[in-house]
């Protein structure tokens, strides 16, 4: 009971402290920055010797024949294939012409895809008593493999652009679908109570309330909706056509050409990711209003 | 400049002509009649919400609901929207009975109704988009607005960079804009922190004050209920039912109510009201006590 009372501390004790902690502290960023530094680098040799081991393995392997060139193909042979294509072109035209083949009938699939998925899906999760109608058979026709019907377009379509599209489409259609009317499902009944109370019609709900709400679900199946564009325009080419990096390797798989097929993997693997990085932008500009989640303030 | 003569314009708008004062009051007055609201579960059964509600909230009245959590004072405000019906009785507003949205409504939640992708001042101004005005005379309204609940320099910011408070101050606004002539509350400031609450609840009376809707004011505080309303109704415990209607005769203007309620008529009627509030707790605790051990 007898404990002194309590004396505030005069700022001048703690100015010379204060000082001090300044420099440590100073020490302590430029500590972490010095640290940040060092994992980057590292990071950065790890993934290049990731990458040199995997393809000098490869070469390795293929040159002593522990791996045999004819069935598993080899990176300098790819290289070569690759070197050949830009030369020389492909027995169906330039290569060019086969790279925006496939790409077209991709973005084309895409934008009918997404189309119908969103609109379809926004109607559907907005009328529940449609939902309850279609939902049996949205059920089985999710439950069917899609990618036979490219067998059924090919026939109907013949072996132009259609059919690549319509099977694209298909594929891209239930992605987006599915997303888009759990997104509507998923709106916040209070933001939709509110909304009518201040006067709202309907389709400024829609408009103002539902589709950016759903906008979230539909941005995020994009990423897998892209993959599933160029799946479909492959496989309509591997199915029957005129020209299309599908044909190219259904040609390369024909000649026993492993190099062909890989080369033909990396372009698409590349046009899969310039479609990847543009669909990230948008969704950067769509959803700009979001708050960065935790894994993106970790990459960042 | 403009602002001053928006001003002036509002008070004109409220305390202008006799007649149309009149007119516009019993336009407002809400009555609640024999309400009962039964939901079905989804497992099938039924629930009965709220039974033989009668309520007469008059035009430009502030009027406190309080009662147990769960004795439907939210499906009660719900109906006076309209944006539910009553299984049974009548809810009419200004004499006609509710049939739709109830115009000239607005309505606070507890959580935040903000369109979390809209800026503040795209969310004040959905009222007027709503109600077609232009999306430029929208925006200015807005911004009038933001800067009367004190968020100016806030404008184009999201609702996640705002704090608790900002929220309740952008949904206050939002409901404001729109001049309603009925504003229903449901816990509008439950979940801020004490000095927050009491913050916000000023300037909810001085906004108050200056248009003179009529107001139901949905909360489980007591004390706030008596320092910002004119009539506190305690509802029972679930299937809610009114218990009791008190006349809160604190002068108005009522200033901070941090103050008030130091007052010995505030003490009398919280002595006075809690007796029987509390009787409605204490049997919601025992029930919410017995089906924790039953389960």
């Given amino acids: 009971m007898s404990a002194p009372p309590l004396k505030p501390q005069h700022s001048a004790e703690i100015g010379p402290i204060g000082s001090t902690a300044d420099a440590t502290e100073a020490a302590i960023a430029a500590d972490v920055r010095n640290s940040t530094r060092r994992r980057k680098t590292l990071l950065w040799v790890a993934r290049i010797a990731t990458l040199v081991i995997i393809i000098g393995g490869w070469q390795l392997f293929t040159s002593a024949k522990i791996v045999d060139p004819f069935f598993w193909g080899r990176p300098s042979g790819i290289v070569k294939q690759l070197n050949d294509w830009v030369r020389h072109g492909t027995q169906y035209g330039s290569i060019w012409l086969q790279i925006w083949t496939t790409f077209k009938e991709a973005v084309l699939g895409f934008v009918v895809g997404v189309a119908g998925g969103v609109v379809v899906g926004v109607l559907l999760g907005q009328v529940r008593f449609l939902a309850d109608v279609a939902s049996p058979y949205i059920k089985v026709a999710n439950a069917i493999p899609r990618i036979v019907l490219g067998s059924l377009f090919t026939v109907a379509l013949g072996l132009g652009i259609a059919s690549k599209v319509s099977l694209a489409s298909v594929l891209v259609f239930f992605v987006v679908f599915f997303n888009a009317f759990q997104g509507v499902r998923e709106v916040d009944r209070n933001l939709l109570a509110n909304a009518r109370v201040l006067g709202a019609s309907r389709l400024a709900v829609t408009r103002h309330v539902v589709v950016p709400s759903a906008l979230t679900w539909i941005i995020a199946s994009l990423h897998v909706a892209f993959g599933m564009a160029i799946i479909g325009a492959i496989v309509g080419e591997f199915l029957g056509a005129q020209k299309g990096l599908g044909l190219v390797i259904a040609t390369a798989q024909n000649n026993f050409n492993p190099n062909g097929v890989f080369a033909a993997m990396f372009i698409i693997a590349v046009l899969a990711l310039t479609a990847e990085g543009l669909i990230a932008l948008l969704e950067r500009r769509l959803l700009s209003w979001r708050p960065r989640s935790q894994s993106e303030v970790a990459a960042a | ?295």
């Fill in chain 2, 1 to 295: 400049m403009t602002v001053a003569s928006t001003f002036a314009r509002r008070r004109r708008a409220a305390h202008g002509t006799p007649e149309g004062t009149e007119a516009a009051r019993r336009a407002a007055q809400i009555e609640l009649s024999g309400v009962t609201k039964r939901f079905v579960t989804p497992a099938g059964s039924m629930f009965t919400a709220v039974r033989d509600v009668d309520m007469t909230i008059g035009a430009g009245k502030f009027c406190a609901v309080v009662g147990p959590s769960g004795c439907g004072k939210s499906t009660t405000l719900t109906m006076v929207a309209g944006l539910d019906r009553p299984s049974a009785g009548t809810v009419s507003v200004g004499g006609k009975p509710v049939d739709g949205i109830t115009a000239g409504t607005s309505f606070m939640f507890q959580a935040d109704a903000l369109m979390p992708w809209k800026t503040v001042v795209g969310n004040v101004a959905l009222g007027p988009v709503f109600r077609g005005v232009p999306k430029k005379q929208a925006e200015a309204e807005a911004r009038e607005w933001v800067g009367r609940v004190g968020l100016a320099g806030f404008e184009d910011y999201h609702p996640h960079q705002l704090s608790g408070g900002m929220r309740k101050r952008t949904s206050l606004a939002a409901a404001l804009i729109n001049e309603p002539s009925i504003l229903l509350m449901d816990e509008p400031f439950g979940a801020l922190d004490v000095q927050t609450k009491a913050m916000m609840s000023n300037e909810l009376l001085g906004l108050w004050e200056q248009t003179r809707p009529s107001v139901i004011f949905v909360t489980h505080d007591l004390e706030e209920a008596i320092a910002l309303a004119d009539q506190v109704v305690v509802m029972t415990v679930g299937p809610g039912t009114v218990k009791a209607v008190y006349e809160i005769d604190l002068p108005r203007p009522r200033g901070a109510v941090q103050e008030i309620r130091f007052e010995p008529r505030f003490l009398e009627l919280h002595h006075q009201i809690w007796e029987s509030l509390r009787e409605e707790v204490e049997r919601a605790y025992a029930r919410t006590a017995n089906a924790g051990g039953r389960s």
